[in-house]
């Protein structure tokens, strides 16, 4: 019952969420985002895991906020063989406003409707 933020502590040492690029082969901003969650946590999310019609958008960034029982399971890129994230957190958003980059706390605070 209690609203939790997947955070992700990149090899680099910095926080982050999942994220990614657009690829040729994807539909539309949802299906990046559907690719690069699995490609990130081995989560698998529909639409209908999406907890609001909203999408946050900056910097060419589309962010959805979608629900999960899961955790998360960190695997290489399957392109780069990279691992890209050594640890996960589920925290409070008001934790994850604190830990991520502006750019992606702006993310928290819009879709989860945080002052």
Same mark, same amino acid.
């Given at each position: 019952?209690? &609203? +939790? ?5 990149? $090899? ?6 999942? #994220?990614?690029? @657009?690829?040729?082969?994807d ?6 985002a ?15 895991d999406?907890?609001?019609? &909203? +999408?946050y958008?900056?910097?060419?960034? $589309? ?6 029982? #899961?955790?998360? @399971? ?7 063989g ?34």
């Amino acid at each position: 019952g209690e &609203e +939790k933020v997947l955070v992700l502590l990149s $090899s680099a040492g910095k926080f982050d969420i999942p #994220k990614g690029h @657009v690829d040729k082969t994807d539909s539309d901003d949802f299906g990046t985002a559907q690719r690069e969650c699995f490609e990130e946590t081995q989560i698998f999310v529909t639409k209908g895991d999406l907890l609001s019609d &909203e +999408k946050y958008v900056d910097r060419g960034l $589309s962010v959805f906020l979608a629900g999960t029982t #899961k955790d998360p @399971v960190l695997t290489r890129n399957p392109k780069s063989g990279k691992l890209e994230h050594q640890k996960f957190y589920w925290v409070e958003p008001e934790i994850a406003q604190f830990l991520l980059p502006s750019y992606l706390s702006g993310a928290v605070q819009s879709l989860l409707k945080l002052p």
